[in-house]
């Protein structure tokens, strides 16, 4: 299961969730799904304006675990 810690960035950086959207371009609601781990798919130009807006990695924001607790029902 990957684990999407924007949160964690946002904290560091001490950046509202309000400025990355408009920085990042994504509207709340996306930026929202995204935090929740509640999305499929993300794409690359996207994680790369994430990254570049947070200034981090790809792995600073992406985590994968092995728990197989997968709360999605897949």
């Keep these: ?9 946002l904290a560091k ?30 794409k690359l130009s996207t994680l790369n304006k994430i990254c570049e807006v947070l200034e981090c990695q790809p792995g600073d924001i992406l985590e994968y675990s092995d728990n197989n607790d997968d709360t999605t029902g897949q």
């Design 13 to 42: 950086r001490k950046m509202s969730v309000t400025e990355l959207t408009e920085r990042v371009g994504l509207t709340m609601a996306n930026i929202s799904l995204l935090k929740n781990g509640k999305v499929k798919a993300i």
């Design 1 to 9: 299961m990957i684990i999407i810690n924007i949160d964690v960035m």
